[in-house]
């Protein structure tokens, strides 16, 4: 007698039914994976982005900007860095990218739903100029906030900030307070999803 080897219909629908089960199980912690890799790699991205520009102003003695930008070649003159931001040597100082200054860098939008990335301080920059001593204009917050604000129990505690000192160097956010796993500003104040940069 000759034997046939394979799945029956009934053991193939079994294993269908198994595999979707699992799909079904395992497809929140994957979309949770997925926010939170995706949280690291764009504040990674603007850490570096910071660093970058510091380094190169000091390197080359000059200003250097770093600014928001939907297009990737011009400043937006908002406080809205989800469009992006370029970064580049301002040889004449007037924080505006001139034909013959360099780009140095460009980030395009970042991926994501209801985004929020913005100076959260209360001057809500849109540009950054480190010095050639590698001090900023400024010191800022930026925080960055994404979907799981309007469904999450806790709003505010996937929200993390990127520190920009007055001395050009950047910190992360964290929860020093221990208040429900909730990270802080350079103030000390939760951070809070609810108030959008201005």
Same mark, same amino acid.
């Given at each position: &007698?000759? /034997? =046939?080897?394979?799945?029956?219909?009934?053991?193939?629908?079994?294993?269908?039914?198994?595999?979707?089960?699992?799909?079904?199980? $395992?497809?929140?912690?994957?979309?949770?994976? !997925? !926010?939170?890799?995706?949280?690291?790699?764009?504040?990674?991205? &603007?850490?570096? %982005?910071?660093?970058? $520009?510091? %380094?190169?102003?000091?390197?080359?003695?000059? @200003?250097?900007?770093?600014? *928001? %930008? $939907?297009? !990737?070649? %011009?400043?937006?003159?908002?406080?809205?860095?989800?469009?992006?931001?370029?970064?580049?040597?301002?040889?004449? #100082?007037?924080?505006?990218?001139?034909?013959?200054?360099?780009?140095?860098? $460009? /980030?395009?939008?970042?991926?994501?739903?209801?985004?929020?990335?913005?100076?959260?301080?209360?001057?809500?920059?849109?540009?950054?100029?480190?010095? *050639?001593?590698?001090?900023?204009?400024? *010191?800022?917050?930026?925080?960055?906030?994404? +979907?799981?604000?309007?469904?999450?129990?806790? @709003?505010?505690? /996937?929200?993390?900030?990127?520190?920009?000192?007055?001395?050009?160097?950047?910190?992360? =956010?964290?929860?020093?307070?221990?208040?429900?796993?909730? !990270?802080?500003? *350079?103030?000390?104040? +939760?951070?809070?999803? #609810?108030?959008?940069?201005?």
């Amino acid at each position: &007698m000759k /034997h =046939s080897y394979g799945l029956t219909l009934i053991e193939l629908m079994v294993t269908l039914a198994v595999f979707a089960i699992v799909t079904v199980l $395992a497809f929140p912690g994957f979309k949770l994976y !997925q !926010q939170n890799s995706n949280r690291v790699s764009q504040i990674n991205s &603007m850490v570096a %982005s910071f660093n970058l $520009a510091r %380094s190169e102003a000091v390197k080359r003695n000059l @200003p250097v900007v770093v600014c *928001a %930008s $939907a297009d !990737q070649a %011009s400043c937006t003159g908002a406080n809205n860095w989800t469009t992006g931001w370029i970064s580049f040597v301002d040889s004449n #100082s007037n924080g505006v990218l001139d034909g013959g200054e360099p780009l140095i860098y $460009a /980030h395009g939008r970042l991926s994501g739903a209801n985004l929020i990335l913005g100076d959260v301080d209360n001057n809500g920059t849109d540009r950054i100029i480190f010095r *050639a001593n590698g001090t900023s204009n400024t *010191a800022a917050t930026f925080m960055r906030c994404d +979907d799981r604000f309007n469904t999450d129990t806790l @709003p505010n505690a /996937h929200a993390r900030a990127i520190i920009l000192t007055a001395s050009g160097r950047t910190r992360l =956010s964290r929860d020093g307070n221990d208040t429900g796993n909730i !990270q802080e500003n *350079a103030a000390g104040i +939760d951070l809070d999803c #609810s108030v959008p940069p201005t």
